[in-house]
């Protein structure tokens, strides 16, 4: 008899439990590798595999997918149909340990305990059964709180408190934290894992091979991109732009790898298709009620957000944009060759060189403090997003992008000498067309004073009535002053964003319509002036305006 200090229960086979022998697939297994990927920057990707069926039947592919809902197409003819399924799968061991029960299922083992006088356990691991009805779904779509490593809900983790065994003398239950070794007869370095799989079934009777691909979109896989700007000398810049790739998703050979640049819609891109094990319909429908942002989680930040995304420069207009000469929807597929990548691999490598002109600027930018109903903002929103309302000068390069594609929102390092051995900043750039004029700020002008200052003029204001709303149409006179304290002249770019209708300006300014103000009760506009500050000079700049003021 077992010692009771063993924590070994010995139970007879009248204990209710339901045990299946170990079953062998009948299935053949084929390969699906992955050929083409499509990276977006946001975590998601394109993927495309390619399996080659023998003849009619149903084929077995080990590594299954796990799609996002709705994107997952099968190409091969109506007679090719997919499904996912549970399969005992042998597999080497994995890096820190394994689940005993599910891993070992079959296999003959000795156990040997922590207590010193506990003799030695022989037996074989048991196939547990996976619960069904109402033991493994709830039927409300409520999520249990407690998953077994398939994927399905269960009420509570029966599974991990205890290891069964078939020994000598009858079904044993061990308690795991009383193992202190295990030892597997037979070949060690293999386990059989119940995992999913993906059955491909081939209806009628051919005996030609038959091509089918699989493609969907999937989490796991993503690109993050950066630029070197160096200043090489006074007229010429040039421009790298620099991917890194990590692989989360699975290990592939020789599969084309192409970039994504661009802002797609992917509305359910948070939601797992109810096609993949992964998930039950508990989870499915709480996903799919979920707003998509909420699927960003760490992305919630503004800049996160800017990184993962794309975002153009707001503001400009629609003669720029005709000259910009882009056709089609503005995505950018850039291809980095075949590539071969284990899972969780990194690579950095160069994707693009460029060079061009450059001119070197002074930008100052001076934000919109009025909300969309003419008050201004308040103090706490300034400080939830203090880059919106900064209000400073900065040295700047103004350049057009000189890459053969458009240039993705990213981190810009910014150099200056041979080889770019001097560090000057980093910014982030916005999405710059080809040939696409942009500046990319440096380092802040403290020798460049600036000054900006509204007032409202004196007179009545207008009463007028909105959408059942009352607005008091105001009349605004702003100042900017520029003080060159450089021993040097300057080229000044300034941009005054504004809510309301310009009445007028001095030095004639570009004026542009502010995508944001296009539908609210004040149109968004920003004007801009270029012009050149001598060493030693001072220049004011007025302009006025008026504003609809939400009472």
Known sequence: MPSPRALVVSITLALVLAVVPVRAADEPVVNGPIITLGLFKNGLAVVERKIELP????????????????????????????????????????????????????????????????????????????????????????????????????????????????????????????????????????????????????????????????????????????????LNDDRTLWITQQAVVKNELSTFKDAEVRLISGFPAVRFAHVTSPLSLSTNWAQFFSQLSAEPQSARGAMSNVMQQRAAYNEPSVGIDMADAAALGTDGVDLHYQSIGTRSMGEGDSLALNVATGHGAYKRIVEWTVPDQRDVNGRWVEEYRRRENPERYQDAAWDAVLFKNPLPFPMTTAPATITSGLGGGAFLGQQMTSWVDKGEETTLRITKALSIRTMAAENEEEGGRELVRIGGHNYRKVNVKGELTIANHRGKDVDLVIRRQFSGNLLSADAEPKTTLQIEGIYSVNPRYELTWKLPIKAGQEQKLTYRYNVLVLD
Request: proline share 7%.
């Open 55 to 230: 003849g009619a039947g149903t084929f077995r592919l080990d590594d299954a997918a796990t799609p996002v809902h709705g994107t997952l197409w099968v190409l091969g003819g109506p007679a090719v149909t997919l499904s996912m399924t549970m399969r005992e799968v042998e597999k080497p061991l994995e890096q820190g340990g394994v689940d005993l029960q599910s891993q070992l299922t079959g296999r003959s083992v000795t156990l040997r305990f922590r207590e010193p006088n506990q003799p030695a356990l022989t037996g074989q691991v048991v196939s547990l059964a996976l619960p069904e009805g109402d033991r493994a779904w709830n039927r409300s779509y409520e999520q249990w709180r407690y998953y077994d490593s398939s994927g399905r809900s269960m009420p509570s983790p029966v599974s991990s408190q205890f290891l069964v065994l078939d020994t000598k003398s009858g079904r044993t239950f061990v308690d795991p934290s009383t193992i202190a070794m295990v030892m597997i007869d037979g070949e060690a370095g293999k386990v059989k894992v119940r995992q999913p799989v993906m059955l491909l079934s081939l209806a009628g009777a051919e005996k030609k091979p038959t091509s089918v691909t699989i493609r969907y979109l999937s989490k796991g896989i993503s690109w993050a991109p950066s630029y070197t700007v160096n």
